[in-house]
């Protein structure tokens, strides 16, 4: 079997990640790998059993009552299997995203997912993104790339999606989360958020969509090939 290609996307939330690696895996053929909504159905997962994402007993006794699956449509659309039920839709709230940004900081839970991702790698070329794929979770990829843009267009753009989909959403206090989950994802001691060496840095503040999916295409065409 010809060695796999796999395109690391990491960076903090509301950075235009999983817009950005969803259009370049429907555009080079690959599969999408969103590993923020696997941390999500944890989240979402301990949340229904009424556990606090920071308990770590709680998390360390039921954590074996979890089983994760992630399956693809025939659009290539990631859903997220939670003990049997698709959960895709339920995950998408910013009051999961900052539970999934309290309970991945545990190394049990870390541990448990790890197997599950790179399963994905070793049988497809991926576009995988989250916060530690260059640097823990396929520290070989082919191409590693950082994803940023500044907290305030972050929030701008995460207010727009939220409203877009109907949901509650306040700048200001969007903002406030964002802040808030950098700080937890970059300073966790198990995987926390950070640039590998070896990636490239691709600012989004100033850029359209377009233009970062151009940017990107250019860096893979120059490691991979067109
Ligand atoms: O990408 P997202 O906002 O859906 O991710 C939700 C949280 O999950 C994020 O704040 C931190 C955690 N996460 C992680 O720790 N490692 C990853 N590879 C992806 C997400």
Redesign the pocket.
Known sequence: MAKKISIAI?GP?GAG??TIARRLAKELGYHYV???????TVAYFFDLWGVAPKDIDGITRYIDELTVGIEYDEEGVQHMIMNGMDVTDDIRTQEI?QK??LV??HAIV?EALLDMQRDVAKNYDVIM?????GTV?LPKATVKIFLTAAPEVRAKRRTEELKAKGQKADYNKVLKEIQQ?DY??THREV?P?KMSRDSIKVDTSELDIDGVVAAIREIIAKKVGP
């Open positions: 990491d939330a990640k999983s969103d590993t923020g909504a696997i941390y999500r995203g999934a940004s991945s900081a870390r993104d989250g916060r530690d794929i979770v989950r937890q994802d995987a958020l």
